[in-house]
């Protein structure tokens, strides 16, 4: 019995750790800054490719995570200088942009490193519980995703920058004319949020096959996690992927992997049809 | 007959690349082969052995003369993977190019998304995957392996082999459910049992739910018809989660070369029966594998679907040569008369008058901890008999339909 509880909540924490590192990085460059970037696969290709170069090269597994996680982070620091500056006040327009970044980019990798990268391997590690085994790996997947979630807490909430950043979301303007300077700030933000795009393809890369368009695996979910989240990262994001990590994991479970994407995307359409403004616009009200 | 001078021409042409060759050859245009395969996208690492495959047997032909003496002229489109550019171009490369032949597609969805616009035309189309079998067209010339040739060697074995019971892991669409319904035809024959049957959407690549599946329906063993980069996680995390179990396929090791992209012991214990993997150690085979390495020296693998590809332009140039003519009809008297064979790196191919697809020789190879592959069995040649069997006969008449175990010819 115990056997099976614990086979439900590692099934939960899977999804919740590929929906929280996948959204992560959207939240903040979507969810916050309003800019809608179809690129954001293409920061957590960047991430994993990075990881496996540089595994290649002789690097510790957690040390080429974390400098996969900054090279994406200062990448989406210069795409913010170069293109993504341009477009804040015409969103639509960011779109397009950053497409057609993500389809350059994808098509760049294609030519250049080539259509297929030999994996590195999952960190060894599996442990037995009743009759089921387990990947050790998985849970450090969904660690990482509660230490983003914390570190997103304390970014935003506990420091002076997150003050002025949250300022400058809401009203740059007035942001602007008490001293912040708001260029920067938008600067850092975006490149926060393509550090955790990296992240989240530097975490997974180990236990994927790594071919120029797999972060097209992962922007399906992190937008639906982002959209029904709303605008608030901490307190839309996380519900949001409590919510529909434990829909599609009942359905995977009793009914396989369609259902279990069919019902996901279904219970997507029904919360943006009651909750326009998503799941933190009812959560923040409350909060008031 | 033609003269020496004029292969000399040919030569020199084709050593000008796609220079005009001179007023000799001005009445004979280049015999154009329309090719559609997928090199980005998600499946390019397939596709592009498969551009490789035909652009190899194209600069060989037209280096030892072409075909009945012309060039031949290779036009490849990427359809990227989407079946509606498949059709986009096909359609441009029949109507507007007017191809000779067409050749290409790797998923079956993007065969039978194609093959209505070739049946209204009199092109001949190849398809050069192994795939689900069945398709009983006169346009369709099949050069890939079928389920008689694969799963019928297979299954048997890793009944005898591990056990009776199989769970099935299938990417969903016509390939993966089509073979699946085979798998329980034969496994029901064999006196085995599916003790669970997984589909999963394209593109799925999180698998730790189908894992602890699995482990509760205790099988003996999987087979594993997962499609693309993103479903093929799955032995990464299956190996992660110390999984552990036999492994059979018709599309690992020759086709995906998963032993090659994952670091072992990712495919250990994963056997498939195959007419071709780049571990063939024959002559023929070996003469093929260098000159492909000589003008692709970066290709990671040479995959049954490059080979079947390569293999598609000779088997083309001996049908034209045969009939002295490009026309279909003309070429299907000689696929007719049984005599449509070629030498290929495997040995001798043939196409089966019946079903116009192609006999093999089937080997299962197996794949060990450190993913070395080993040939565990040889079949010989084994015909794609089970069309003709169940009354497909395209001498007669054509069917321009796709057959499976649950869906036969309805008897008249």
Same mark, same amino acid.
């Given at each position: ?90 969103? $639509?327009?960011?779109? %397009? ?5 993500? *389809? #350059?980019? &994808? ?5 250049? !490193?080539? /259509? ?82 990296? $992240?989240?393809?530097? %975490? ?5 096959? *790594? #071919?120029? &368009? ?5 922007? !399906?979910? /992190? ?66 | ?412």
């Amino acid at each position: 019995m115990s056997a099976e509880l614990f086979s439900v909540f590692y099934q939960f924490a899977d999804v919740f750790a590929f929906l929280i590192l996948s959204a992560a990085g959207l939240a903040i460059v979507f969810g916050m800054m309003g800019v809608i970037n179809m690129a954001h696969g293409e920061f957590i290709m960047c991430g994993a490719y990075v990881t496996v170069g540089l595994v290649n090269l002789g690097v510790p597994l957690p040390i080429a995570q974390i400098l996969a996680a900054l090279t994406a982070g200062i990448i989406g620091m210069i795409v913010e200088f170069l293109i993504v500056r341009r477009f804040y006040k015409r969103p $639509l327009d960011s779109l %397009l942009a950053t497409w057609g970044l993500s *389809l #350059i980019v &994808t098509q760049s990798m294609l030519l250049i !490193v080539g /259509s297929a990268v030999r994996g590195i391997g999952t960190p060894e590690g599996s442990f037995a519980i009743g009759g089921y085994t387990f990947s050790t790996y998985r849970l450090v997947l969904f660690g990482a995703a509660v230490a983003v979630l914390a570190g997103l807490y304390i970014i935003f909430m506990k420091t002076r920058f997150g003050v002025v950043a949250r300022a400058t979301m809401q009203n740059a303007a007035m942001a602007k004319a008490l001293g912040a300077r708001t260029g920067r700030i938008y600067s850092i933000s975006f490149g926060i949020g393509t550090a955790l795009a990296g $992240l989240c393809g530097a %975490l997974y890369a180990p236990t994927m096959t *790594l #071919i120029p &368009t797999m972060g097209a695996t992962f922007v !399906v979910e /992190s937008f639906v996690t982002v959209v029904i989240g709303g605008a608030n990262v901490l307190l839309g994001t996380a519900p949001a992927a409590v919510f529909l990590a434990i829909i599609r994991m009942a359905l995977n479970a009793s009914y396989g992997q369609i259902i279990g994407q069919i019902g996901m995307l279904f219970a997507v359409i029904l919360i943006i049809r009651v909750l326009p403004e998503g799941l933190s616009s009812v959560l923040v009200r409350r909060g008031r | 007959m033609y003269s020496g001078r004029l292969i000399g021409m040919a030569l020199l042409g084709a050593m000008l690349g796609t220079a005009p060759i001179g007023s000799a050859r001005a009445a004979e245009p280049p015999l154009k082969v329309g090719l559609l395969e997928d090199v980005s996208g998600d499946l390019a690492f397939m596709g592009m052995p498969k551009l490789h495959g035909s652009q190899l047997a194209v600069e060989e032909i037209n280096k030892s003369g072409g075909i009945l003496g012309r060039q031949i002229e290779l036009i490849h489109l990427d359809p990227q993977g989407d079946n509606a550019r498949y059709q986009e171009f096909g359609r441009r490369l029949l109507n507007r190019d007017k191809v000779d032949v067409l050749i290409g597609g790797i998923t079956s969805a993007s065969r039978e998304a194609l093959r209505p616009i070739v049946d209204r035309t009199t092109t001949p189309y190849f398809y050069t995957n192994q795939y689900e079998g069945g398709v009983c067209d006169a346009s369709m010339i099949s050069m890939g392996a079928v389920p008689e040739q694969q799963f019928s060697t297979l299954i048997p074995w890793m009944v005898q082999k591990f056990g009776k019971k199989v769970y099935v892991i299938a990417a969903d669409y016509n390939f993966g459910q089509i073979s699946a319904e085979w798998n329980r035809k034969i496994m029901k024959d064999l006196g085995g049992e599916v003790v669970g049957e997984e589909f999963i959407p394209l593109g799925v690549s999180q698998f730790a739910q189908t894992i602890q599946n699995i482990q509760k329906a205790k099988p003996d063993w999987l087979l594993t018809i997962n499609v693309g980069a993103a479903q093929d996680s799955f032995f990464e995390q299956a190996a992660a989660a110390n999984l552990n179990l036999p492994m059979g396929s018709s599309i690992k090791i020759m086709l995906g070369f998963e032993h090659k992209r994952f670091k072992p012991p990712a495919l250990n214990n994963m056997h498939a029966t195959a007419n071709w993997f780049e571990e063939i150690d024959t002559p023929e085979a070996n003469d093929f594998k260098k000159r492909w390495h000589a003008k692709f020296p970066d290709e990671l693998y040479i995959n049954d679907m490059g080979y079947n590809a390569y293999n598609a332009l000779y088997m083309y140039k001996a049908l034209v040569e045969k009939a002295k003519s490009t026309k279909l009809e003309d070429m299907r008297k000689v696929i007719a008369s049984g005599d449509a064979c070629i030498d290929a790196p495997e040995g001798k191919v043939c196409i089966d008058p019946k079903s116009q697809h192609t006999s093999h020789r089937m080997r299962l190879i197996s794949v060990g901890p450190k993913h070395e592959v080993t040939v565990e069995k040889d079949y010989g040649t084994i015909q794609p008999y089970w069309l003709g069997e169940i009354g497909c006969d395209l001498t007669k008449k054509n069917d321009k339909d796709q057959y499976t175990p649950s869906h036969l010819p309805s008897k008249s």
